[in-house]
């Protein structure tokens, strides 16, 4: 009687339980904000993935500084990251922001080589700096906020389910787009500082640029970013949709 009950059950009901369970979880939260601190602590690296991702830079403009020699300081960089990686894989500890580094190292290697300017080094980043924060715009300007889509997979079943389950909030939209704003006033402000270096070929001015405008800028943004989501008080109302 129970398997034929199963059997006759509305179609999709299945489909349905993980959306259920992921409006149960966010009823553990009292504001949108504490959802998005929760939700975002898990993204960041904390001040060790800092070190990894800033240090084959650094390195790679003191060498150039020093040497002038491109390939010498592409080699430097990328024997740091494979030092980086060798320490990671022997603690047993996830190494995923080394694989940041050394997909950052491999493409800008790809880039100087292929034009033998040293300053094309730095190209990819300003055009991923670019990117983001048109992409970060546009999504803004449209109400789908990408810091939505954080706290949607967050929620695995609710997101194979239907990725845009978390549009159901309003709240939520409303600050994700809030954060949002404060990465792509960041990436204006790189842009900003490091086209005019690159067109005027100031390769040690750009390695320093592009470590001071990385993780530290990008801490200084995670605090105005923190502030917004610990003075915040932004209801979660299910029934209000965006």
Do not use: C
């Not at 086209?195 to 592009?210: D, H, I, M, S, T």
């Amino acid at each position: 009687m129970a398997e034929r009950d199963r059997d006759t059950a509305a179609p999709g009901s299945g489909e349905r339980e993980g959306l259920v369970r992921s409006e149960a979880d966010l009823r553990r939260y009292d504001t949108v904000e504490e959802l998005l601190r929760d939700k975002l602590s898990e993204a960041l690296g904390g001040w060790r993935g800092a070190v990894e991702s800033a240090v084959p830079t650094l390195a790679f403009a003191l060498v150039w500084a020093r040497t002038e020699n491109l390939r010498t300081s592409l080699v430097v960089a990328g024997v740091l990251v494979g030092v980086l990686l060798v320490v990671r894989l022997v603690q047993r500890q996830n190494p995923r922001f080394i694989a940041y580094a050394a997909a950052g190292v491999g493409i800008s290697a790809f880039f100087a080589l292929r034009s033998g300017r040293a300053e094309d080094a730095f190209l990819p980043g300003m055009l991923q700096n670019a990117a983001m924060m048109v992409l970060l715009l546009v999504t803004n300007l449209t109400r789908w906020p990408l810091f939505g889509f954080v706290v949607g997979v967050a929620e695995p079943e609710a997101f194979a389910e239907n990725p845009t389950w978390w549009r159901r909030h309003s709240g939520i939209v409303t600050v994700a787009a809030r954060l949002a704003w404060v990465l792509i006033a960041l990436n204006v402000v790189r842009l900003a500082i490091m086209v005019p270096l690159y067109l005027g070929e100031q390769v040690a001015a750009l390695g320093v640029a592009k470590v001071v405008l990385g993780w530290p800028a990008y801490l200084l943004a995670i605090t105005a970013m923190g502030a917004i989501l610990l003075r915040g008080r932004t209801p979660i109302d299910p029934a209000r949709l965006a």
